[in-house]
């Protein structure tokens, strides 16, 4: 069913911590709705959106920060008006999903419309967050936009729960529930659910402020190498730092051919790949960001190729 053109254009936010699902789940929504993406990169580099699958024109990267922080909201509202802009021209499309960076902090969703006066064009109808039980009480405890992202959200996915036993999913689900109680909590395996992302839910009734330019909780760097590198090298390199990565990703040239990288939650994903070799993102504590700076030259200098 189509969202007709003269009613307000429904919004579903998703949200989540860097490789808990959210890009997967974006994959997911679009299956059910023909939904105009827009997809923001803490990373400097764009990368998630080269997963999602759109026709021209249907998708927004926004890279290089949230869209809920004082550097970035502009670029949001620069896109969302360009989308409200030529809406009545894309007649075939339901809604627009929005996947907001892994640091962002949600609460602030709702008056950036009001004050953009985008509310007479948009309606936030659904806040969709993604929890990994890996890193979840982990993450609680020393990053408060995590907890924020879950209180904020009126539907809570527990991802990954192939990988968990009942005890580490029952303890992530009391976690979630006591930051939002009233909301809708699922254990899912790949983001796998049922649900019609633009219906409309039970609004959550939370506010926030804009976030600064400098988190100090995080560290970015990213490094593309001259030549094609010794991947079991830099592997190395990078497991001795492991316990203050969040994120790695990306895809790079190694002596075995092109390898799609990606580690979350303390567990790597590896495999061959047909994309074009590029940068990798490396996303860690702030208290590492000398060591990132460092590994992200290694790569660009050339310190792990043969």
Same mark, same amino acid.
């Given at each position: 069913?189509?969202?007709?053109? +003269?009613?307000?254009?429904?919004?579903?936010? #998703?949200? =989540?911590?860097? =490789?808990? =699902? /959210? *890009? *997967?789940?974006?994959?997911?929504?679009?299956?059910?709705?023909?939904?105009l993406m827009v997809v923001n990169e803490f990373a400097p580099r764009d990368i998630d959106s080269l997963r999602l699958e759109a026709a021209e024109g249907e998708l927004y990267p926004i890279a290089? =920060? +949230?869209?809920?922080?004082?550097? /970035?909201?502009?670029?949001?509202?620069?896109?969302?008006?360009q989308i409200a802009a030529c809406w009545d021209q894309r007649p075939g499309l339901d809604g627009v999903a929005i996947e907001a960076s892994g640091i962002a902090d949600p609460r602030v969703a709702a008056r950036m419309l009001t004050e953009a006066k985008l509310d007479d064009r948009f309606t936030l109808r659904r #806040?969709?967050?993604?929890?990994?039980? $890996?890193?979840? +009480? /982990?993450?609680? *405890?020393?990053l408060p936009n995590i907890a924020h992202q879950i209180a904020a959200a009126d539907t809570v996915l527990i991802n990954h729960c192939d990988r968990?036993?009942?005890? $580490?999913?029952?303890?992530?689900?009391? $976690?979630v529930r006591e930051l939002a109680p009233e909301a809708t909590v699922v254990r899912t395996s790949h983001c796998a659910i049922e649900l019609d992302p633009l219906a409309p839910a039970c609004p959550v009734a939370i506010g926030?402020?804009?976030?600064?330019c400098a988190d100090p909780n995080y560290a970015v760097a990213d490094g593309a190498p001259p030549k094609p590198l010794d991947w079991p090298r830099l592997r190395t390199a990078l497991d001795e730092h492991a316990a203050s990565l969040y994120r790695i990703k990306g895809n790079l040239a190694t002596t075995q051919g092109v390898r799609c990288l990606d580690f979350a939650g303390g567990v790597w994903h590896d495999s061959a790949s047909d994309a074009?070799?590029?940068t990798l993102v490396l996303i860690g504590a702030g208290s590492a960001s000398a060591a990132l700076n460092d590994l992200a030259y290694g790569i660009r200098s050339g310190r792990y190729c043969d």
């Amino acid at each position: 069913m189509q969202a007709e053109r +003269s009613e307000l254009i429904p919004l579903v936010l #998703v949200t =989540g911590f860097l =490789g808990a =699902g /959210k *890009t *997967t789940l974006m994959q997911g929504l679009a299956q059910r709705r023909r939904l105009l993406m827009v997809v923001n990169e803490f990373a400097p580099r764009d990368i998630d959106s080269l997963r999602l699958e759109a026709a021209e024109g249907e998708l927004y990267p926004i890279a290089g =920060g +949230s869209i809920f922080c004082r550097c /970035k909201v502009q670029d949001f509202i620069s896109a969302l008006e360009q989308i409200a802009a030529c809406w009545d021209q894309r007649p075939g499309l339901d809604g627009v999903a929005i996947e907001a960076s892994g640091i962002a902090d949600p609460r602030v969703a709702a008056r950036m419309l009001t004050e953009a006066k985008l509310d007479d064009r948009f309606t936030l109808r659904r #806040v969709l967050c993604v929890v990994d039980p $890996s890193s979840c +009480s /982990k993450l609680l *405890t020393t990053l408060p936009n995590i907890a924020h992202q879950i209180a904020a959200a009126d539907t809570v996915l527990i991802n990954h729960c192939d990988r968990h036993d009942e005890a $580490s999913l029952a303890a992530c689900e009391r $976690s979630v529930r006591e930051l939002a109680p009233e909301a809708t909590v699922v254990r899912t395996s790949h983001c796998a659910i049922e649900l019609d992302p633009l219906a409309p839910a039970c609004p959550v009734a939370i506010g926030g402020e804009y976030a600064g330019c400098a988190d100090p909780n995080y560290a970015v760097a990213d490094g593309a190498p001259p030549k094609p590198l010794d991947w079991p090298r830099l592997r190395t390199a990078l497991d001795e730092h492991a316990a203050s990565l969040y994120r790695i990703k990306g895809n790079l040239a190694t002596t075995q051919g092109v390898r799609c990288l990606d580690f979350a939650g303390g567990v790597w994903h590896d495999s061959a790949s047909d994309a074009e070799p590029g940068t990798l993102v490396l996303i860690g504590a702030g208290s590492a960001s000398a060591a990132l700076n460092d590994l992200a030259y290694g790569i660009r200098s050339g310190r792990y190729c043969d």
